[in-house]
C-alpha cells in the first residue's frame, strides 16, 4: 500500500460525457502527478501540482483539466468523453524537494481508476 | 532524456535471484536510474533508484556500471509475487523534464514455479 488513494476503483460512462476522478496523496506530500495508460500508448504523465498550482503539463488534452484542493487532494475532470478516453488513470504523489532537482523525489502510485467510455 | 532499453520479457525460476538489465548508454552526470514495476494493472510500484553507488533496500538491489552506461536489478530470491512488468527509467534530477516519469516498455519478468 502506497499511501495513496484513488477513487472510484472502476467507471464506466457513455461517449460524450463527464467523468471526475479523485486522488489523495499520501500524507505530508505536497505534490500530485496524473498519468494515463492505454493500451497503445503505455503510461503517459499528464499533469502535475505543487501546493494547489499546476506545476508542470504533459500530454494532457484540452478537455482534461485538474486542480489541487487546499487539502491537497487533487481531481481529474474528463469531459466530452471518447472511446480512445478508455484508460487506466494513476496519480502519484511526492514530497517537494529541499532545493528544486523533482527529479530525486520518488513519485508514490494509487492503485489506479479504470475508466471505460462506451 | 535518457533513453533506456530493456529486454522484453525473461523468466526465472522461483527462489533464484533474477537479474533484470537495462541499457542507457546515454544518461548524462545528474540522471538518476529509477525502478518501478507493475503487476497487472495495479499502479506502479517503486522499487529502487541511484545515481552512481550501487543501492540495496529490502526489495532489491541496484547494480550501476562505473561508466554508468547500464544498470541491473537483482531481486535476490524471487517469489510468484514478483511476476510483473519492470520498468528501467532514468530521470534527470534537475531541469524541466525532471517531473515527469517517461515509462518504456518495462521487462515482463515471469517467475516459474
Known amino acids: 500500500d502506497s499511501g495513496v488513494t484513488q477513487t472510484p476503483k472502476h467507471l464506466i460512462t457513455a461517449t460524450g460525457q463527464r467523468v471526475t476522478l479523485r486522488c489523495s496523496p499520501r500524507?505530508?506530500?505536497?505534490?500530485v502527478y496524473w498519468y494515463q495508460q492505454s493500451l497503445d500508448q503505455g503510461l503517459q504523465f499528464l499533469i502535475q501540482?505543487?501546493?494547489?498550482?499546476?506545476?508542470a503539463k504533459g500530454n494532457i488534452l484540452e478537455r482534461f483539466s485538474a486542480q489541487q484542493f487546499p487539502d491537497l487532494h487533487s481531481e481529474l475532470n474528463l469531459s466530452s468523453l471518447e472511446l480512445g478516453d478508455s484508460a487506466l488513470y494513476f496519480c502519484?504523489?511526492?514530497?517537494?524537494?529541499?532545493?528544486?532537482?523533482?527529479?530525486?523525489?520518488?513519485?508514490?502510485f494509487g492503485p489506479g481508476t479504470r475508466l471505460l467510455v462506451l | 532524456d535518457a533513453k533506456t532499453t530493456q529486454p522484453p520479457s525473461m523468466d526465472c525460476a522461483e527462489g533464484r535471484a533474477a537479474n533484470l538489465p537495462c541499457n542507457h548508454s546515454?544518461?548524462?552526470?545528474?540522471?538518476?536510474v529509477y525502478w518501478y514495476r507493475q503487476i497487472h494493472s495495479q499502479g506502479p510500484q517503486y522499487i529502487i533508484h541511484?545515481?552512481?553507488n550501487n543501492e540495496t533496500n529490502e526489495m532489491a538491489s541496484l547494480i550501476i556500471t562505473e561508466d554508468r552506461k547500464s544498470s541491473t536489478l537483482i531481486l535476490p530470491h524471487a517469489t510468484l509475487r514478483d511476476t510483473a512488468v519492470y520498468y528501467c527509467?532514468?530521470?534527470?534530477?534537475?531541469?524541466?523534464?525532471?517531473?515527469?516519469?517517461?515509462f518504456g516498455t518495462g521487462t515482463l519478468l515471469a517467475v516459474q514455479p
Open positions: 502519484a504523489s511526492s514530497v517537494a524537494p529541499d532545493r528544486g532537482g523533482w527529479g530525486k523525489e520518488t513519485q508514490y
Open positions: 500524507s505530508g506530500d505536497l505534490s
Open positions: 501540482y505543487y501546493n494547489g498550482e499546476e506545476r
Open positions: 546515454t544518461i548524462s552526470g545528474n540522471e538518476y
Open positions: 541511484g545515481l552512481k
Open positions: 527509467i532514468v530521470r534527470p534530477a534537475y531541469g524541466g523534464a525532471t517531473n515527469k516519469l517517461i
